[in-house]
Every structure is written in C-alpha cells, then in structure tokens.
C-alpha cells in the first residue's frame, strides 16, 4: 500500500523557536496533503490543505504566519510551527490523498511536538 | 459543511464478542464516502474500512463491517470476534465528492474501545 513518512517523530524544542516537519509520500505522487492537529483524547482537525506549487490553504482560525507550509515537490511538503509556545505542544499529521476507492487518504505515522 | 457525529466516548467489549461503534453524519451532498479508521497509542492513523454513499452493499473486511444505513445517515462500524489489539480509538469519517469540493476528510470526535481479557 502507499506509504506517508512523517519525519521527526518525536521533537521537544524551547519556547521562541522554530520546528520543521517534514511530511513525504515514499510511492506515489501527492499535489496534495493535508495537515491536522491533534490534542490529547480529541479528534483530528484540519489546519491547512498544502497545494504543491501553490499557496495553501488554511482552516479558520489558524494563522499562516505561524503555521508555514511549503509544497516544494509532488512528494514532500513541510510544516513549520514559527515561535512556538507551549500551547503549540501537539500531535501533527499528515496525509495524502491518493486516487483509488474513494480517494482514501494514508496517514503520516504523526509528530509529537512538546514546547517547554 | 459535513459533520460527524460519534455519540460513544468510551466503550468496553468481552475478548471475542463483537462490538458495534456508532457513527452518524449529516451532508447535503448526495456524493460521499465514509471511512473508518483506528488509532492506536502510538498515534497512527489505521484505515480499516470504506462504503461510499452509492454502494449497495454494505462493506466488510475480515473482521470489520459497515452497517451502512443511508436513509438514516448512520454508518456504524462492527467488530466482530474483538481481540485485545483492537484496543484502541476510533474515528468516523467523511468526505464529499461535490465538484469543487476539497478532498480532506471530516472526521467525528472518537470513540476509546477497550477489549476486556
């Protein structure tokens, strides 16, 4: 089956400073990805739709300027949490939609992102 | 917009009995797929199962079946034969296929399953 890498797994980074993460699809092409955020025993909430060669799009309520998303290539797209404080501190995933049954999407194995 | 709706935050089964997870939802579109997934601990999203809305049977795989019951826009998960390992939350979810239509899904809010020994 297709296969999204998320990369790092785990990061624990200072308040102020920023974090990368990295979101590719190993064996298919991807013009489209999709970050989520996931607070402890709730569901998974859209952030923002990341369109390779273009802007992306971001969900109410979350701020572009601190959430960066960069769709460089058909199989990497990367999210960096800007000055991040400890409310940022959350479980990010990804995933890609691929076109087979529905468009079902494969998941990132997701990021644990604690900020002290 | 769509929404799911997942009305069981918690839920306990006997190893070996069967266990139904209920999931409604509720869209304007009349093109839609439903899909099930389990997430386990260590934080992977685990498809386990898809109907879309113009299937006519309803879809199994192994152990896993939709009870797909469009008038009433539900589209429950069951279980059957639980085993310890599928301890674990679960997730209903939905996407449209209306033209124009972003392809993420809209997911419920969960449901934590315990398989008891």
């Known amino acids: 089956g297709a296969v999204v890498s998320q990369h790092p797994s785990r990061v624990i980074c200072k308040s102020g400073t920023s974090v990368k993460i990295e979101c590719r699809s190993l064996d298919f092409q991807a013009t489209t990805m999709f970050w989520y955020r996931q607070f402890p025993k709730q569901s998974l909430m859209l952030m923002a739709t990341?369109?390779?060669?273009?802007?992306?799009?971001?969900e109410q309520g979350v701020e572009k300027d601190k959430f960066l998303i960069n769709h460089a290539s058909l199989t990497l797209s990367t999210l960096t949490v800007t000055s991040a404080h400890p409310e940022d501190s959350s479980f990010y995933i990804c995933s890609a939609p691929l076109l087979m049954r529905g468009n079902e999407q494969f998941f990132g194995p997701g990021t644990r992102l604690t900020v002290l | 917009a769509q929404k799911i709706t997942q009305t069981q935050p918690g839920m306990f089964v006997q190893e070996k009995e069967a266990v139904t997870l209920d999931c409604t939802y509720d869209t304007s579109d009349q093109s839609y797929g439903l899909f099930w997934y389990k997430q386990p601990s260590s934080g992977e999203m685990i498809f386990l199962i898809y109907?879309?809305?113009?299937?006519?049977q309803n879809a199994t795989e192994g152990r896993y079946s939709l009870n797909f019951q469009k008038a009433r826009k539900s589209a429950n998960l069951v279980i059957s034969a639980s085993q310890l390992g599928d301890s674990a939350m679960y997730f209903c979810?939905?996407?449209?296929?209306?033209?124009?239509?972003?392809?993420?899904?809209?997911f419920g809010s969960g449901t934590q399953l315990t398989v008891l020994p």
């Open positions: 109907q879309g809305s113009y299937d006519e």
């Open positions: 979810a939905m996407r449209v296929f209306s033209s124009g239509s972003a392809r993420q899904l809209t």
């Open positions: 990341s369109n390779e060669g273009s802007k992306a799009t971001y």
